[in-house]
C-alpha cells in the first residue's frame, strides 16, 4: 500500500531537520513542492542578512580597505582560502589548507584538468565517461585537443553510472587521469570514489573528481580516499544563489608541483608587487586566479554553516529516507501510467535526486511547473526530482508525487501518449 500523506506527517514529526526548514526564505504560495534544490538551492534567511551587512556596514564602510582590512566582515583578499576551508570541514572531509572558492566549476574543472595532466608527462590518455555532464566532456575534449592526448570514453548505461569495474576495464599506465561525477547528473548515480580512486593510483594515474551533486548532500571524505583534485559547484546543496562560485580541492601532496594553466596575479607569490614573470603563490592559493566574487564567497560560507550544523550524516540519512519514499511512490502510483524509474533502486548507489522516465518528460515538466510542483527536465525522457533535506518536507516531496500521479489524469499541453498508454492507465 502507498504511502498516505499521514505517514509523510509522520516521518516530518520525527525528523530532526526539520527546524532547519524556517531558515530558508519562504517559497511562493504557487508552488507546492520545490523540487529542483539540486540545480539552484533555495536561498537562507541568513544570506539575505550577509549581503545587507555587505552592502551597508562593510562595503559602503570600509570601502576599498575591505579587501585587506581585518576587521570583522572584511579581509576579502583571503576569503577564498578561509571559506574553503570552511565548507571542506562542513562538507568535502578535507583539513584545511587544500581548497578555495572561486570560479565556475567549469573554470575550475579545467584548470584540475589541465594541472592533473601536467603532473603526469608523457602519458596520454585522459578516461571520461559519455553520460558525464556536458561542460566536462567539453572541456575534456578541449584538453585532449590542445595537448595531443586520446580520450578514452566510457559508456555507462544512461540509468546508472560508471562503476570500478568499467575504470578497471579501460585503465592501463599510459592513462594521466581519471575524471568522473560523483554522482551523475541524471540518473543520480552514486560512484565509488574509494575504490576508483584507488585503482587509479594503482595505474599510476590521478582523478579529478566532479562534486556538484554530492557537496552538502553525501559525506564526502576526499583525504581520506587520497582524491588528487575536486571541484564543484555551490549553487546547488549549498545553496549559495545562482552563479555562486564553485571550489577546488588540491590534495597537499601535489602543492609542490602544482601548475595550473590560468597564470594570474592573484595567484602568484607576492602579487601586490606586480613584478614581471609569473611566480605561483604557495600551495591551494595558486589554483586562483583574478579576483574573488565577496557576495558568493559569503554565500557559501553560510551554506557550509547550516550544512555543519545539521551534520552531513544527518542530511545523507534524509536524503535516502526521501528517496526511498519516492521511489515506493513511483512504483505504486507511477508506473502504471507508464513512468520507470531512471534512477538506482539501491541506496548504496544513489545520490539525493530520483529521475523519473516519460517519453513525453519535457511536455510533463512543463505541465508540473504550471502544477505548482518545480523539478527539471534532462534530456532525453528524464524529469529529475531533487530531494534538500535541509528544505524539503516529507510532506512535501509527497504532495509532488500526488501531483504528478493527478496530473496524467487530467490534460496538459503537448500531451501525445502511446495507443499502449490507455491500456495501461486506471
Ligand atoms: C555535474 C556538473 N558539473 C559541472 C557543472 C557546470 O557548472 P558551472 O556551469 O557552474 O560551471 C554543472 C552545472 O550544473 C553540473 O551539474
Keep these: 500500500m502507498a504511502l498516505s500523506r499521514a505517514d509523510a506527517r509522520s516521518l516530518d514529526a520525527q525528523d530532526p531537520l526539520a527546524p532547519f526548514r524556517s531558515r530558508f526564505i519562504e517559497q511562493p504560495d504557487d508552488v507546492i513542492a520545490y523540487l529542483d534544490g539540486n540545480s539552484l538551492g533555495r536561498p537562507l534567511k541568513a544570506i539575505d542578512q550577509t549581503w545587507n551587512t555587505l552592502a551597508t556596514q562593510v562595503w559602503s564602510q570600509r570601502l576599498i580597505r575591505g579587501w585587506t582590512d581585518d576587521a570583522d566582515g572584511g579581509n576579502w583578499l583571503e576569503l577564498p582560502e578561509i571559506v574553503g576551508d570552511e565548507l571542506a570541514a562542513a562538507a568535502l572531509g578535507a583539513a584545511a589548507g587544500q581548497t578555495v572558492i572561486a570560479d565556475s566549476t567549469t573554470v575550475n574543472f579545467y584548470k584540475a584538468m589541465r594541472a592533473a595532466v601536467n603532473l603526469r608527462p608523457g602519458r596520454k590518455k585522459i578516461i571520461v565517461d559519455r553520460e558525464n555532464f556536458p561542460t566536462n566532456r567539453y572541456i575534456a575534449e578541449s584538453v585532449a585537443s590542445d595537448l595531443g592526448l586520446e580520450l578514452v570514453w566510457l559508456r555507462p548505461d544512461l540509468a546508472t553510472g560508471v562503476s570500478a569495474d568499467d575504470v578497471a576495464a579501460v585503465l592501463d599506465d599510459d592513462v594521466a587521469v581519471v575524471t568522473l561525477s560523483h554522482i551523475a547528473y541524471r540518473s543520480g548515480f552514486l560512484a ?228 499502449e498508454y490507455f491500456d495501461r492507465a486506471e
Design 192 to 419: 565509488d570514489m574509494s575504490a576508483i580512486t584507488a585503482l587509479a593510483h594503482r595505474h599510476g594515474a590521478l582523478v579529478v573528481w566532479d562534486l556538484c551533486h554530492s557537496v552538502g548532500s553525501f559525506p564526502i571524505t576526499l583525504d581520506a580516499d587520497d582524491v588528487d583534485f575536486a571541484v564543484g559547484c555551490t549553487y546547488k546543496f549549498v545553496g549559495a544563489g545562482p552563479g555562486a562560485p564553485a571550489f577546488s580541492y588540491v590534495n597537499r601532496r601535489h602543492h609542490a608541483d602544482l601548475n595550473q594553466p590560468i597564470w594570474g596575479w592573484l595567484g602568484r607569490a607576492d602579487s601586490f608587487e606586480m613584478e614581471q614573470g609569473y611566480r605561483p603563490a604557495a600551495g591551494i592559493r595558486s589554483m586562483i586566479s583574478g579576483t574573488p566574487q565577496i557576495p558568493g564567497i559569503l554565500a557559501v560560507r553560510e551554506g557550509a554553516r547550516v550544512i555543519g550544523e545539521a551534520g552531513i550524516d544527518t542530511i545523507r540519512a534524509k536524503a535516502v529516507r526521501l528517496g526511498e519514499m519516492v521511489i515506493s511512490l513511483v512504483d505504486e502510483w507511477l508506473g502504471p501510467q507508464g513512468y520507470r524509474l531512471g534512477s538506482p533502486r539501491d541506496s548504496d548507489q544513489r545520490g539525493a535526486h530520483v529521475s523519473i522516465l516519460r517519453h513525453d518528460a519535457r511536455q510533463l515538466n512543463d505541465a508540473l511547473i504550471g502544477a505548482g510542483v518545480i523539478g527539471d527536465f534532462r534530456a532525453p525522457d528524464a524529469i529529475r526530482l531533487g530531494l534538500s533535506p535541509l528544505a524539503n518536507s516529507y510532506e512535501e516531496v509527497w504532495s509532488a508525487l500526488e501531483v504528478i500521479r493527478d496530473l496524467d489524469r487530467a490534460e496538459y499541453p503537448g500531451q501525445d501518449r502511446p495507443a
